[in-house]
């Protein structure tokens, strides 16, 4: 039997990490719990996690700092928990490479069921629902290997993604020279529609973006579509 998924929960509220702990070790999940970031340092060095759950608004260090921290220790994927409407903290986690966000307070099964999505996007295992078909993908100098979830720039050298820029780079690149809106992505990555004020699609992008040096307001490769959306400009060829 394979092991079960380590998940790192932190959060200052004991009584949420306590209850979330309980419910996700019912669903399958094995589960070690920090209350800041002096402890989840600790907690870090002692065990291996495939998915961290990270609270923004911590005491003393905040979530921000975390984050910033794991990314120098791993491409762990980082679902992070924000107060309801805080927008601006959402979106510099995003900035930072956050897989997913859950509003508080939220519904233990819907943020089991994000946890479940991203784990499933960052393992090499196939989602058993659909089994892709798994091949190289070329597109303006650049490489993408489906199989090992590989990006490789012109020079040969492999650029890391997190498990939603993987993910949005292969949606686009599916359907390459086709205009993708903000909900058809949405739709895509997270299986929702974005709401009217909801930057995440366009902080995912200019994440992209900066990875496939395709900065600045005259972007060559993904543009944008006033009021449309986005489109991947190249063509690709499938090997």
Known sequence: MSPLPHILIIDD??????????F???NELRVTTARDGHEARRRWAEGHYQLVILDL??????GLDISRWLRTQANVPIVMLTAM???TDRIIGLELGADDYVPKPFNPRELLARIRAVLRRASDTPDPRSVPVLHTLRFAGWELDTGRRRLLNP???EVPLTGGEYDLLLALLERANRVMTRDMLFDLLRGRQAGPFDRAIDVAISRLRRKLEDNGRNAQLIKTVRGGGYVLASEVERH
Not at 13 to 22: G, M, S, T, V
Not at 57 to 62: A, C, I, K, Q, T
């Open 85 to 87: 409407g805080d927008d």
């Open 57 to 62: 608004m911590l005491p003393g260090e905040s």
């Open 24 to 26: 996700l070790e019912r």
């Open 13 to 22: 509220d004991r009584e949420i990490r306590d209850l979330l702990a309980r």
């Open 155 to 157: 020079e040969g050298v």
